[in-house]
């Protein structure tokens, strides 16, 4: 079967190759791929910055963000032909910690998870793969094409989830949202704002179809500097993972503000704050910034429930390209009007 793959450390090994079908031992489901979204850690993966091979092999089938329908599934494991499903991407370390223990391997402790696509496991970019039945999602017939977004979501999903539990520290009514960054998980995170009835902003860099789609949801669409924003945020979902921004982010939060960070920094020593103000402002407004990644079984529920809940239309907005297998260059090449870019396997 073709799939994509990289040689893991190598820049420009990226390559559709065949590899052989997937063995048993990934599980007894067998899912046929439709659908593979691609992300900046897959360019990071492709550019040899990130990722590791499974034990013993040289290549990594890279793709995390999956789509897929089932090809065959054994009574009794709640799946079964024809059924549209994603897979989770990370598996509880061996330990396993306390975190992967309770089937929370979203928080894991000694890093020694692996991941589908990224760490020690092939991923779903790939004509088919085999998966464990507790590692996969069902995804409502009605979402289709549009599941694919199901990985992504389930990050917000439990961004929220996290930011829901911190605000319960104190009495909390939370009214107004910034949200930086208008790309699939900036987007993803204003929808479930708004559906959660609060006043949204996004904040980004240029008018487009970020701006439109943003708009679409009700959202106030910014494109200045966070400082000269008129309000300060209850909660704001960073999203850029820009370090300047962040700090120019955090300063803006309302006293008792929850400040999310959920885009992850290229790394950078430059600074446009004084540190020393951040703390002093976060100490007297009992203000909270946290980090936020990956995601378990009940945060890909709650992104599956708010995809079903979101209009169809609006969610097909942020899927704004579909290319071949064979095209996944341009697949991973970023153009100004690309939102979420997706390989089709169908095509
Ligand atoms: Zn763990």
Redesign the pocket.
Known sequence: MRALTVIPGRADSGAVVEMPEPPETDGSVLVRTLAVGVCGTDTEILAGDYGWAPEGEERLIIGHESLGEVLEAPVGSGFSRGDLVAGVVRR??P???L??GAGE?DM???G??TERGIKQRHGFAAERFRIEPGFLVPVDRGLEPLGVLMEPASILAKAWEHIAHIGLRARWAPRTVLVTGAGPIGLLGALMAAQRGLEVHVLARREGVQAEAARAIGATYHTGRVADLPFHPDVVLECTGVPALVMETAQQLAPAGICCLAGVSAGSKRLCTDPGTLERQMVLGNEVLFGAVNANLRHYRAAAEALAKADRAWLARLVTRRERLDEWRAAVTRRPDDIKTVIDFTL
Do not use: F
């Open positions: 509880p370390d330990v396993p910690c975190a992967c391997w894991c402790r000694n020694r998870y």
